[in-house]
């Protein structure tokens, strides 16, 4: 059996891929606008919703408060796309 080197996740459908974070509020609904910051080198590609990013400004970070609120989900890259898709961007915010 061949392990899948730990930057990479399963997917079921797509095999070894790299991985994205997603707010579990996108992953549930549709039409939602969200946020992004895009892959780095070390970083998974993530999204969060309007309410996610309400909660992070009003806690002044990703606290631990603001993390159990949008109860993260990764999903690999493609999946991660196809989730996206059904949402509308609200902006780009850079990570660093």
Known sequence: MTETP????????HGPSKYGIICTHLCE????GYYAISA??????QAWCKDCDQVLESERGWTEKASNF?????????CYQQRLQRQTLIQW????
């Open 6 to 13: 730990p930057q990479l996740i399963h997917c079921d459908l």
């Open 29 to 32: 609904k549709n039409s939602l």
């Open 40 to 45: 780095e080198e070390d970083e998974p590609a």
């Open 70 to 78: 949008a109860e993260w989900k990764l999903y690999c890259s493609i």
């Open 93 to 96: 915010v850079d990570g660093s």
